[in-house]
């Protein structure tokens, strides 16, 4: 991005904090472009091969949230949606230069989706963008359906597998529950003794875990590496200032996830051996070290993903859903709009504008090239749109100095012991 902070031009991209702007919606997209701003391609497209899920989890911002939308949706993407949508991410690809692109398979619950459409999808996607992309396919699953004939059909077609798992079946149970009040733990498990110990190892992506301040943190994450998962992503309940997250009072300095995630960390950082990658974690000591954490939740990486919802229209992150209604739509629909439509739509554009579409006090604090304002989706307040900090501010705070505090005293007891050396 071009121009002086304080232009003319820049005063229509950046986000002004006024109450009745809904930012980004009068985001002028002729100006940033005139700015000089180069659109990042998606690289990574989240087909939602099916909109229903056989779990009813009280926190899901899918079904629980106040958009409602999936009720609309198709259960299922047909062939034509699959079919459309392997040749955009073909065409996007060939018109970027990509050589590798990812595909989440998403729902609702996507093995619902059956062995026949799951394979159909990899293998559609795979012949369109032909043996000059690499096409890497994920699956993220609450793991109740995982059998040994889809840890094979994941084997044939090399997809990694991620699963949900809240910490022992007192935490998992807690909210991911059958609708008739059943817990899902000893069937989530059962699939992950399946995929950790047997021959499928190596497809095992990683555990997602959304925090819940009543369950213990060290307990919660050593429950976790029982399934010697390679990744944990913990998962920051999705919520904003005019509907908070759970503990989460907006504008009070107490940092409770701060607090859980600092316990975590501690207990990973400070372990002999490295157990398994903590990816919230590795972000904040690779931005604190000058690097790049990837697009996902924290830094000022341009946002490259796309949602293709089962009905073929284009979406945005499914989490904007908790927003309002309507908050992931962009309009567009795989049969008639290329996805570089999408990329000049305001929303896709304003998170591509790193430090820019932050809202004021957070480019004036001096850890925004870590935290990055945290989830475009917590940044939400009725009235203004997605031009605040974010409501984990105090909390994202205190979780990057803490760790922070850790890095710089052991950068100094190495600088210590390499003088003495020396
Ligand atoms: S810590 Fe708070 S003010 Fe600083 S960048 Fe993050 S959300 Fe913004």
Redesign the pocket.
């Known amino acids: 991005m071009t121009g002086g902070d304080d232009d003319a031009r820049g005063a229509r991209i950046r986000p002004q904090n006024r109450p009745d702007s809904n930012w980004p919606s009068g985001l002028d997209v002729d100006a940033v472009v005139a700015g000089g701003w180069t659109p990042v391609p998606f690289r990574n497209f989240v087909l939602k091969i099916f909109s229903r899920c056989d779990l009813d989890c009280d926190y899901c911002y899918m079904y629980r949230g106040p958009d409602q939308s999936w009720r609309d949706q198709p259960r299922a993407m047909s062939r034509a949606v699959v079919g459309w949508t392997a040749r955009r991410i073909s065409e996007h690809a060939a018109a970027h230069g990509l050589d590798r692109v990812g595909v989440v398979l998403h729902g609702g619950e996507p093995l619902l989706a059956g062995p026949d459409l799951i394979a159909h999808t990899i293998t559609a996607v795979r012949e369109a963008a032909g043996p000059r992309v690499r096409v890497d396919v994920s699956v993220q699953t609450n793991g109740t359906r995982l059998d040994d004939d889809y840890l094979a059909l994941f084997a044939r077609h090399g997809v990694r597998i991620g699963i949900s798992l809240d910490g022992d079946r007192a935490a998992h149970d807690l909210h991911r529950r059958t609708a008739d009040g059943h817990g899902s733990h000893a069937r989530v498990t059962e699939a992950l003794h399946r995929l950790s110990g047997g021959p499928h190892r190596a497809l095992f992506g990683g555990l997602l875990c959304t925090i819940d301040l009543r369950n213990d943190p060290v307990g919660t994450y050593r429950e976790l590496l029982r399934h010697r998962p390679p990744l944990v992503d913990f998962l920051l309940p999705h919520g904003n200032w005019t509907t908070p997250p759970p503990g989460r009072i907006p504008d009070d300095p107490a940092t409770p996830y701060a607090d859980w995630l600092a316990a975590v960390f501690d207990e990973w950082y400070g372990a002999p051996v490295r157990q398994t990658r903590v990816r919230v974690l590795e972000q904040i000591l690779t931005l604190l070290l000058g690097g790049r954490a990837g697009p996902e939740g924290l830094g000022l990486e341009p946002t490259a993903y796309l949602v293709v919802e089962t009905d073929g229209r284009i979406g945005q992150d499914d989490a904007l859903r908790t927003a309002y209604p309507g908050a992931a739509a962009t309009g567009l629909h795989v049969a008639r709009d290329a996805f570089d439509t999408a990329l000049r739509h305001p929303p896709f554009v304003a998170r591509q504008l790193s430090a820019q579409a932050?809202?004021a006090?957070?480019r004036?604090?001096r850890?925004?090239r870590v935290?990055?304002?945290?989830h475009y989706v917590h940044r939400y307040r009725a009235g203004s749109g997605f031009a605040n900090?974010?409501v984990?501010?105090?909390d994202?705070?205190a979780l990057?100095s803490h760790v922070r505090r850790r890095l710089t005293a052991d950068i100094a007891d190495l600088r210590t012991a390499g003088a003495g050396a020396a």
């Open positions: 932050l809202a006090p957070c004036a604090c850890l925004h935290c990055g304002g945290g900090p974010s984990y501010c105090p994202l705070y990057i």
